[in-house]
């Protein structure tokens, strides 16, 4: 799924503004629009106990709690009180339509934490409910946007598509949406002629300009693909995610060392998102270096001590290189992370380790 990210601490539904994934790997993926917004102090949700109606002015107040976690960027708390209120108004779009913006931020914070499954779940749960928003009337593009990143999320990206075009063609986030979409579709015509159009209105958005350069990419021209990245970089010098797309088609130009020097000049607090050690990674390892992908990816584990699958990749990667002690203690550290979690054992067998060896 998408391997490219953008982030925006505060994300604001009402004012999307900025992308916030735009993930790594060889097909560029759709991403989140966010912007800063209000929101700094902590709201509380009114009480709604079990089993009993909710009068209109409760409804509204849950409704603006809702948005108000999702600006202080605690989905958590939003996804809580949406789930509670949709209990009690199943039929109620409004109620559904928030409740699929929740889960939709939730599942990229769990993707950003415990991988690509456990998200698809969350994302298939918010394409649900953003579905029975729009056939219950909320056909506006915001919705449809949300419901096209779920389905995108959940991996069904013909589904995804569709429900992009549906946002309408006079909405610029949409077309951007349906471009990225159709080049993960290995579309890359299409997505061209979208991109294109769009980037006529839009000459200095460094989001259009980076999708654009994947789609000069796959057309062989590798020269303006890397003049609209480094143009994107400018335009944005402190988005991830554009940095991650340029080391992405660097390393799939042959230009690997210099894919991998981009990235590890990040800063540390950047170098160790998930997004990024995965491209630093994959570098790595095209230059046969599977001790320092290791090193990434223990460096992501340290510093996330809940992403399960960093510590078994940097498991992984040690055993390649033959640093048997170090793939052995990152298979300590996944145990004792999550306890019984059959994607350990998974990998013991499959690195050849049993339980009680500390040796290759």
């Given at each position: 799924?998408?391997?490219?990210?953008?982030?925006?601490?505060?994300?604001?539904?009402?004012?999307?503004?900025?992308?916030?994934?735009?993930?790594?790997?060889?097909?560029?993926?759709?991403?989140?629009?966010?912007?800063?917004?209000?929101?700094?102090?902590?709201?509380?949700?009114?009480?709604?106990?079990?089993?009993?109606?909710?009068?209109?002015?409760?409804?509204?107040?849950?409704?603006?709690?809702?948005?108000?976690?999702?600006?202080a960027g605690r989905a958590d708390n939003a996804e809580t009180i949406a789930r509670s209120l949709s209990s009690r108004l199943p039929d109620d779009p409004v109620v559904d339509a928030a409740l699929g913006r929740a889960l939709l931020l939730r599942s990229g914070e769990i993707r950003e934490a415990f991988g690509e499954t456990a998200a698809a779940a969350i994302a298939a749960d918010a394409a649900n409910a953003l579905k029975r928003a729009e056939d219950g009337g909320r056909v506006d593009a915001e919705t449809r946007r949300n419901l096209g990143l779920a389905l995108?999320?959940?991996?069904?990206?013909?589904?995804?598509?569709?429900?992009?075009?549906?946002?309408?063609?006079?909405?610029?986030?949409?077309?951007?949406?349906?471009?990225?979409?159709?080049?993960?579709?290995?579309?890359?015509?299409?997505?061209?002629?979208?991109?294109?159009?769009?980037?006529?209105?839009?000459?200095?958005?460094?989001?259009?300009?980076?999708?654009?350069?994947?789609?000069?990419?796959?057309?062989?021209?590798?020269?303006?693909?890397?003049?609209?990245?480094?143009?994107?970089?400018?335009?944005?010098?402190?988005?991830?995610?554009?940095?991650?797309?340029?080391?992405?088609?660097?390393?799939?130009?042959?230009?690997?060392?210099?894919?991998?020097?981009?990235?590890?000049?990040?800063?540390?607090?950047?170098?160790?998102?998930?997004?990024?050690?995965?491209?630093?990674?994959?570098?790595?390892?095209?230059?046969?270096?599977?001790?320092?992908?290791?090193?990434?990816?223990?460096?992501?584990?340290?510093?996330?001590?809940?992403?399960?699958?960093?510590?078994?990749?940097?498991?992984?990667?040690?055993?390649?290189?033959?640093?048997?002690?170090?793939?052995?203690?990152?298979?300590?550290?996944?145990?004792?992370?999550?306890?019984?979690?059959?994607?350990?054992?998974?990998?013991?067998?499959?690195?050849?380790?049993?339980?009680?060896?500390?040796?290759?």
């Amino acid at each position: 799924m998408i391997p490219t990210v953008y982030e925006s601490p505060r994300p604001c539904w009402a004012d999307q503004a900025r992308l916030r994934r735009f993930l790594t790997a060889p097909m560029i993926v759709v991403v989140l629009l966010m912007s800063a917004c209000g929101g700094d102090t902590a709201p509380s949700s009114p009480p709604t106990p079990a089993g009993t109606t909710i009068s209109a002015a409760d409804r509204d107040a849950s409704l603006d709690a809702i948005e108000r976690w999702l600006a202080a960027g605690r989905a958590d708390n939003a996804e809580t009180i949406a789930r509670s209120l949709s209990s009690r108004l199943p039929d109620d779009p409004v109620v559904d339509a928030a409740l699929g913006r929740a889960l939709l931020l939730r599942s990229g914070e769990i993707r950003e934490a415990f991988g690509e499954t456990a998200a698809a779940a969350i994302a298939a749960d918010a394409a649900n409910a953003l579905k029975r928003a729009e056939d219950g009337g909320r056909v506006d593009a915001e919705t449809r946007r949300n419901l096209g990143l779920a389905l995108e999320g959940a991996g069904r990206l013909d589904a995804a598509i569709e429900a992009y075009r549906r946002a309408g063609s006079e909405d610029p986030i949409a077309r951007l949406y349906l471009g990225l979409a159709l080049l993960r579709a290995d579309r890359p015509e299409a997505a061209a002629g979208i991109l294109e159009s769009l980037a006529i209105t839009r000459p200095d958005d460094a989001f259009v300009l980076a999708a654009l350069a994947e789609t000069s990419f796959r057309s062989g021209d590798s020269e303006t693909a890397f003049e609209r990245l480094d143009a994107a970089v400018r335009l944005a010098p402190d988005e991830p995610g554009i940095r991650i797309r340029r080391a992405a088609l660097l390393r799939r130009a042959g230009r690997v060392r210099l894919a991998v020097e981009s990235l590890v000049a990040l800063p540390p607090e950047v170098r160790e998102r998930r997004d990024v050690v995965q491209e630093l990674a994959a570098g790595w390892l095209a230059l046969d270096r599977p001790g320092d992908a290791g090193d990434a990816w223990a460096a992501r584990a340290r510093r996330a001590p809940e992403d399960l699958p960093a510590a078994i990749e940097a498991a992984r990667c040690f055993d390649a290189a033959g640093r048997v002690e170090d793939a052995e203690a990152w298979l300590r550290i996944a145990e004792d992370t999550a306890p019984g979690d059959p994607r350990v054992m998974e990998a013991r067998v499959e690195l050849g380790r049993s339980p009680d060896r500390t040796g290759s």
